[in-house]
């Protein structure tokens, strides 16, 4: 299965029978959340995700666990407990929880990692939940993952920003120096300056270096 | 390498809500301030019946104005009033047509929004109105007339559901639910929503209002202009005027 998202290309094997569904992203915190949803039947048993910002780092807060673990009803006696991972060029963290979901016992396993030892750029969320006696397929999925990071889109609409405006310079440059050329050789009465477009493409030129810079999204996004 | 640098927390309580996005903290006050409004009834605008209108009104300008060219037994001395008769046609056939298409757009809008947003909804939380929302400012310009958004009231919250292209369907975005953010604002404050401000061109005000949003997590708000258009604005109305009073 893969993962698209603008920051990351993420492929994962999904435990035999499990179906994946892409679920809409989500703004969460300062950035943003993009998930598969992992049903067996009609029972939703876990997720992989990506986030743009920093979900977990090293600390398991609840709000982060109860959207990364999407069970519904009565948690008590929520347990975690928290330990390294590391597999095939991703590492991060692994978090084990035992809780009673309307008093029913039930464990959950949860994996934030990050590719190449990165400590910036995206997270790559893996969980699984199920009833006590439920096989454990979290660190399957985990193994099974590689990532393949995108360039930032604020970046590249940024760098697309400065080509557009040093064309449109350029260009205002170009037809400037061809008129000018043809009144100088008796050719045209007298030469156009075309300035604004070049003050225009110095414009949208120096935007470009400013949101490259400050790595802004786009107002879109 | 599992299993070094173990911690442990135990015995916490809570409430699982099967990863919805949490309620805004003015949610109860935002419930409160809508009680009462009833959700809206469906669009029941046409796309093509509207761009249709709008074409007849183009062909009939042509044709009323040119009448008295073109029949010998009108006088050709009325050529002024049948060229002002043929643009009160088209001026009234583009109202209609830009209105019925606009309102086809929404209508085709509300399956995969709803689609979208109800994994979210709480079990008391009822879609109240929607609407295609555009961007105030450049960005307006730059969108057109591809919405950069869409603005959902329910009773307890509002959902922003942002475009990242303003070159794709938003129909198909939705469904392949790509290219789309889901985000949540809270109605109850001034700084999670707030209507008024001005919107440029400064004619807009005849045909929209300006909603300002600021969704949880982001820093800034962004102005929204929400068209008057269909029996959702009906509803919208009645939140504005809550919204604002409050």
Redesign the interface.
């Known amino acids: 299965m893969t993962l698209?998202t603008?920051v990351a290309t993420v492929e994962y094997l999904p435990p035999p029978g499990w179906e994946c569904d892409?679920?809409?992203?989500?703004?969460?915190?300062?950035?943003?959340l993009y998930k598969h949803?992992l049903r067996l039947g009609k029972k939703?048993v876990g997720?992989v995700a990506v986030s743009t910002s920093r979900t977990l780092g090293t600390a398991l807060e609840?709000?982060a666990?109860?959207?990364?673990?999407?069970?519904?009803?009565?948690?008590?006696?929520?347990?975690?407990?928290?330990?390294?991972?590391?597999s095939g060029g991703m590492d991060g963290c692994?978090w084990e929880m035992d809780f009673f979901?309307d008093g029913t016992p039930f464990v959950a396993e949860l994996f934030a990692l990050r590719g190449d030892g990165r400590a910036k750029g995206p997270e790559i969320l893996v969980s699984c939940w199920g009833a006590a006696e439920d096989p454990r397929n979290a660190e399957w999925i985990a193994r099974s993952i590689s990532c393949v990071r995108r360039v930032n889109p604020a970046r590249k609409r940024a760098v697309a920003l400065m080509i557009a405006g040093f064309l449109a310079a350029l260009c205002g440059l170009l037809l400037t120096a061809i008129t000018y050329d043809m009144a100088a050789s008796g050719d045209a009465p007298e030469y156009v300056g075309f300035v604004g477009l070049v003050v225009v493409g110095t414009i949208v030129f120096l935007q470009g270096i400013w949101r490259l810079l400050s790595g802004r999204p786009g107002?879109?996004? | 390498m599992n299993g070094h640098d173990e911690k442990k927390t135990q015995g916490e309580t809570l409430t699982a809500t099967g990863g919805k996005l949490s309620l805004p903290s003015g949610a109860a006050r935002f419930g409160e301030m809508m009680a009462g409004i009833s959700p809206a009834k469906e669009e029941s605008g046409s796309v093509a019946g509207g761009v249709l209108l709008c074409l007849l009104g183009i062909v009939a300008y042509v044709f009323i104005s040119l009448a008295p060219l073109m029949i010998d037994s009108i006088d050709s001395g009325a050529f002024g009033a049948f060229m002002i008769a043929g643009l009160a046609v088209l001026i009234v056939c583009l109202v209609f047509g830009i209105g019925m298409a606009a309102t086809g757009s929404i209508a085709k809008l509300g399956g995969p929004m709803r689609d979208t947003i109800a994994e979210h909804l709480f079990n008391d939380e009822k879609i109240l109105a929607y609407c295609s929302s555009k961007r105030m400012g450049m960005d307006f310009w730059m969108h057109g007339m591809t919405p950069a958004g869409i603005i959902v009231f329910t009773n307890r919250r509002i959902f922003l559901i942002v475009f990242t292209s303003a070159f794709k369907s938003p129909i198909k975005a939705l469904q392949k639910r790509e290219g789309l953010i889901v985000m949540v604002c809270d109605g109850a404050s001034k700084e999670g929503a707030k209507w008024g401000g001005l919107m440029m061109p400064v004619t807009m005000h005849l045909f929209g209002s300006r909603l300002a949003l600021k969704p949880e997590g982001k820093d800034r708000a962004v102005p929204y202009a929400v068209m008057h258009l269909g029996s959702n604005w009906k509803t919208i109305k009645k939140i504005k005027e809550k919204m604002t009073l409050s």
């Open positions: 698209e603008p892409p679920r809409p992203p989500v703004q969460r915190g300062d950035g943003c949803l939703t997720l609840n709000d666990f109860l959207a990364l673990v999407a069970v519904e009803g009565g948690i008590t006696g929520l347990e975690k407990r928290q330990s390294a991972f590391c692994r979901l107002k879109s996004e």
